[in-house]
């Protein structure tokens, strides 16, 4: 059974930064590739960001492009999200996943590339 725990949400005023962490158990982190997705009130969960498994290649939605960094550390099992130059509009619940396929290094954006989920971190960004 794989666990994800995100860890880091808060409130913080627009311009400002936050850093999310996830960490993982039950499996071999090392071999999968990670992701951060985010779901806002009355809309549909939304990709954020993904990394491989070694950590080598990143992927971003364009809205957060230039403003977030997903980053790994495989010894220590964990994932994180740094967030920088917040906006309201970023304020949703933000969840971490864990991608279904081994050593898989494509660019993944849509839930069901993923089969483990956390239980989500709330970021609220005020104007």
């Known amino acids: 059974q794989v666990q994800l725990v995100e860890t880091g949400g808060g409130l913080v005023q627009a311009g400002g930064s936050l850093s999310l962490s996830c960490a993982a158990s039950?499996?071999?982190?090392?071999?999968?590739?990670m992701g951060w997705f985010r779901q806002a009130p009355g809309k549909e969960r939304e990709f954020v960001a993904r990394?491989?498994?070694?950590?080598?290649?990143?992927y971003y939605a364009d809205s957060v492009k230039g403003r977030f960094t997903i980053s790994r550390d495989n010894a220590k099992n964990t994932v994180y999200l740094q967030m920088n130059s917040l906006k309201p509009e970023d304020t949703a619940v933000y969840y971490c996943?864990?991608?279904?396929?081994?050593?898989?290094?494509?660019?993944?954006?849509?839930?069901?590339?993923?089969?483990?989920w956390g239980q989500g971190t709330q970021v609220t960004v005020s104007s």
């Open positions: 990394i491989s498994w070694s950590g080598g290649r990143t």
């Open positions: 039950g499996r071999t982190f090392s071999n999968y590739a």
């Open positions: 996943a864990a991608d279904s396929v081994p050593f898989r290094i494509q660019k993944v954006t849509t839930t069901t590339g993923y089969n483990y």
